[in-house]
Every structure is written in structure tokens, then in C-alpha cells.
């Protein structure tokens, strides 16, 4: 029952090593360096002698079978590994040749050499692993006889003969740490020609023995690469000013290999070196920023990006200058307002003084009144508010004609009166329709008398009145207006008569 028991805890470990059990945390086993796996276990043999590993006729706990040695090799990877192996056991059935042989005196010893590739199935702390390759190995081994089997004295003959064949087996390996690890693993060699392992051939099961082990062990990484991750990549979080000065820094796993090299890219054909970089973009964009960490000679690689933005520095806005077309427009000329801004981008809002709003650099507009406006312009940008005014006189509109009135017609009157004639009513519609039409023409009225009329300083005062009062009354603006009586006239005259002399002159004036 004991024997039993044994067998049976062996072979649920062995069972364990084939449980694909993957524990969540991973772990780095390191890379690119040589190890050593010494391990120590215990054996069973199936073959010729011995069908199954769970009967144990002969002699098993007079002889312990153990089993042990030690693998060397490289890693590759941190899953990858290639080995030489040597491994020493006793297998204490593998000349049980039948009941009841007594076997605690037979030779039942073998080595072998096996070259062996392994791969771990996952990277957690607990990963499960498979390996296999091919095997070499002997040792002395007595050759079945029925004397032999028998017990006859002297009558077993031994024999040393090689065999080879294939290997493969399931483990589980336990991290320690980078370096270090503890493993639990179950694996079979196969052996051929058939009696090179027992001394026996053709009872009946293959043409092959097989030798077994269950193993514990450490595997220890010499020089070990452990490959760099970064873990942490710190990025400005916010909006940057270009042409300011920005901190760059990233983190890498404690256990890295070292040297670690950084190679920091930003987007802008730069690049700097370094765990912590200063960098000043020249120019407002978006920037994707990569930083790629390296070690065990650039084999291993880590890369991380952040994305950058980048706008143009806060200048303060200042208006140096603010500009209209016609400082003196009229009602129907269109004024074109401008203004010299300096600073960061701005947003423009212009009040024209007559309750108009409007925006952009250089907004256009035509006052419908005359007067004195105030035009206020507003300029804001990313640091505030400023503001500058100018004034603009705006004049009634006149046609171009009115420029052009350099004389205008005169009222003549009878002798010794004031009163308007119909034909003096007739020049002066004339003159009233300029006046009406030109509302930026004012006029002076001067009266005259002729030799021989009485009063003639008085007269020339009411024909000058009588031609304004005429003006006024039909929609001119007095203030436009100013009348002078010039008394008698003097000797000479553009026409013959004195009745020329007998007028009120409409003279234009600007």
C-alpha cells in the first residue's frame, strides 16, 4: 500500500505539469544569457521487464529510485531555451525479469545525455511549459536468462550497451525572481534498440523502453537580459506656447537590464536622448511625440507616443494705429475704416457712433445723417481688451454739380420798390432749386440801388431781405444765408441802363 501511495503522489505531480495553469501577473524571466537547471526526482521504467509504471514487484524500497542531474544552456527569449542535459538514475525494475527475481544486487543504473529545447506557455508567475528533443545513454545491465531470472549464481551476464531515442515532458515553472526560478516537471526518454536499456527484447511490448522521471529544481540565469518596458511616459497635459521650454520623462521597469538608451522623437524632425529631455517647439500644430527605450544592445525595444498640442505664445494686443478713407464723408460716400493691430490672433468690434456694430479688420460704412460721430473700435484677444477711438465729421451728400456753381442769378426790381417781380421770381426758382440741391452751399445776398432813387441804402437793405425771405420761405436754411444792403451802385455796368443797377445779387459762397 505504501509502495502504492508513493507512485500515486508522484504521478499526480506529474499530472500537475500538464494542467495548463496560467496565473494572471506577468513576470519577466529574463533573455539572452546562459543558465544552469540542477534537478533531483525519482525514476520509474516501463519496458520489457516492467509494463506499468504503478506495479512494483521488486525490490523498490531496498533501492530508491532517484533520479538526478543538472541542464546547462542558453535563453533565448523569455520563453525560448535550448539545453544540454545529463541526468544519472536508478531504475529498480529494469531487471525484474520476472518472480521471483531478487534485483537489489543487479545493476540497475543509467545515464543519459539529452540536447533539449523548452517553451514557456505563458509569462505569468506560474507558467506551464513543454520541452522535447533527443537522448543518448547506458550503462551496465545484466541480459535476461531463465538462470539469470532464476537466481542461479553466476549466471546473469552483464552488458553495457548505448541507446538513443527521443525525450519530451511537461512542467510547471515558478518565478522567483528575474534570474531565479523553482520547477516542478515530469518527462520520458524513449531508448533504442530494445534491450539497450534492460538486457531484454520481443516480451511483448514495442520495440522501445521507456525511462521516466518526476523532477524538482532551480534554474539560475547567469548574466541575465532583462528586456526594458516603459512604464510610465509623462507628456506636458495641457496646451503649450511655442517657443517655451517643456519637460519630457518617462519610467522604466525596475528590473531592466542596464544601460537602458532613450531616443526621444517630437514630431518636428528633432530628436533628443535622455530619461528626462527639454524640448521648445518653434511653430503652433499638433505633435505626436515617441519615445522608444532600448536595452541588451538595442535587442529589446519599448515604445511609447503622447500627442502634444501646441498654439502660438499670448501677445497682448495693441491698436498702434486706426485709419478711415474720408475723415469728412458724406451721406451717401462709404467710409473704410482699418487699424494697425499688433499681437496674438484678435477679434475686432467696432461701434460707428450712430448705433451701427460691426467686426472683421477693415468693415466698411455710410452714415444716413450728418454730424460728429465717435467711432470706437474694440480689439480683444487672448489677454484682454483694448480700445481707441477717432471722430469722423460726416457733411450732407451734394451732386458733383454743386462743386461746379461759380455764379448765380440776380433779382432785378422797379424803380424805388423792394417788392419781387414775377420775372426776378423766375431767376431766383433758378437759384432756389441749386440751393435745395446743394445743401452744403451757403449764398450771400447783397442789395443795390441806382443813381436816383431815394433812399438807397435802406432800398438795397429791402431787396437784399426780399431775396432772402424769398429763399427762406421755400425750405433753405437761414443760417445758410447772409444778406447785406450795399447802397447805391457806382458808375459802370456789365449792361446799359440803370435798371442794372436796381438788383440783388445771389453770391455763391463755400
Not at 526526482?41 to 519496458?47: A, E, L, T
Not at 515604445?303 to 475723415?327: E, G, H, L
Not at 447783397?446 to 436816383?452: I, L
Request: neutral net charge; hydrophobic residues 35%.
Amino acid at each position: 500500500m505504501k509502495k502504492t501511495v508513493l507512485l500515486f503522489l508522484f504521478t499526480a505531480l506529474a499530472i500537475a505539469g500538464l494542467t495548463p495553469m496560467v496565473a494572471s501577473a506577468q513576470v519577466e524571466r529574463g533573455a539572452e544569457s546562459m543558465y544552469i537547471r540542477p534537478h533531483v526526482g525519482i525514476s520509474y521504467y516501463m519496458g520489457d521487464s516492467e509494463k506499468s509504471p504503478f506495479n512494483f514487484d521488486g525490490d523498490m524500497f531496498d533501492k530508491l529510485p532517484y533520479n538526478l542531474g543538472a541542464e546547462i544552456g542558453y535563453q533565448f527569449s523569455p520563453s525560448y531555451s535550448l539545453g544540454l542535459d545529463f541526468r544519472f538514475g536508478d531504475y529498480t525494475q529494469i531487471t525484474d525479469f520476472e518472480v521471483p527475481t531478487t534485483t537489489k544486487d543487479h545493476p540497475t543504473t543509467r545515464w543519459a545525455v539529452r540536447v533539449l529545447a523548452r517553451k514557456l506557455m505563458t509569462s505569468g508567475k506560474i507558467a506551464p511549459y513543454w520541452f522535447g528533443g533527443v537522448n543518448v545513454g547506458g550503462g551496465e545491465s545484466y541480459k535476461r536468462s531463465v538462470a539469470c531470472a532464476n537466481n542461479v549464481p553466476g549466471a546473469c551476464e552483464t552488458q553495457s550497451e548505448l541507446g538513443f531515442g527521443l525525450s519530451a515532458g511537461l512542467g510547471l515553472d515558478f518565478y522567483i525572481n528575474p534570474g531565479t526560478s523553482f520547477f516542478v516537471e515530469t518527462g520520458l526518454d524513449t531508448q533504442h534498440p530494445d534491450d539497450a536499456a534492460d538486457g531484454r527484447k520481443g516480451n511483448g511490448f514495442t520495440g522501445w523502453d521507456f525511462l521516466g522521471n518526476h523532477s524538482i529544481g532551480l534554474k539560475v540565469n547567469f548574466n541575465r537580459v532583462t528586456p526594458v518596458e516603459i512604464t510610465d511616459m509623462i507628456c506636458p497635459a495641457s496646451v503649450i506656447d511655442a517657443g517655451t521650454p517643456m519637460n519630457f520623462s518617462a519610467s522604466v521597469n525596475e528590473k531592466a537590464t542596464q544601460p537602458v538608451d532613450y531616443l526621444w522623437t517630437f514630431g518636428d524632425e528633432t530628436t533628443a536622448t535622455g530619461m528626462t529631455v527639454s524640448h521648445t517647439f518653434a511653430r503652433a500644430g499638433t505633435y505626436t511625440v515617441g519615445l522608444t527605450a532600448s536595452n541588451g544592445s538595442g535587442k529589446y525595444t519599448s515604445v511609447k507616443t503622447c500627442v502634444v498640442q501646441v498654439k502660438d505664445p499670448c501677445i497682448p494686443a495693441s491698436i498702434t494705429s486706426m485709419r478711415a478713407s474720408n475723415m469728412s464723408p458724406d451721406t451717401q460716400t462709404a467710409v473704410a475704416f482699418s487699424a494697425n493691430v499688433a499681437g496674438s490672433d484678435s477679434q475686432y468690434r467696432w461701434d460707428m457712433g450712430d448705433g451701427t456694430k460691426m467686426t472683421g479688420a477693415a468693415p466698411s460704412h455710410t452714415y444716413s445723417k450728418a454730424g460728429t460721430y465717435t467711432v470706437t473700435l474694440e480689439v480683444e484677444n487672448c489677454a484682454g481688451v483694448v480700445r481707441r477711438t477717432m471722430t469722423i465729421t460726416v457733411v450732407p451728400y451734394e451732386a458733383a454739380i454743386c462743386r461746379e456753381i461759380t455764379e448765380m442769378n440776380a433779382a432785378y426790381f422797379a424803380a424805388n420798390s423792394s417788392a419781387l417781380t414775377d420775372e426776378g421770381r423766375a431767376k431766383l426758382k433758378e437759384n432756389l432749386d441749386i440751393l435745395l440741391l446743394c445743401p452744403n452751399l451757403n449764398v450771400r445776398v447783397e442789395g443795390w440801388a441806382s443813381a436816383g432813387e431815394r433812399r438807397p441804402q435802406e432800398l438795397s437793405e429791402d431787396r437784399a431781405r426780399a431775396v432772402e425771405k424769398y429763399y427762406v420761405d421755400n425750405g433753405v436754411t437761414a443760417g445758410r444765408i447772409m444778406s447785406s444792403g450795399k447802397g447805391r451802385s457806382g458808375t459802370g455796368s456789365k449792361k446799359d441802363g440803370l435798371a442794372q443797377f436796381r438788383r440783388a445779387d445771389t453770391i455763391p459762397v463755400r
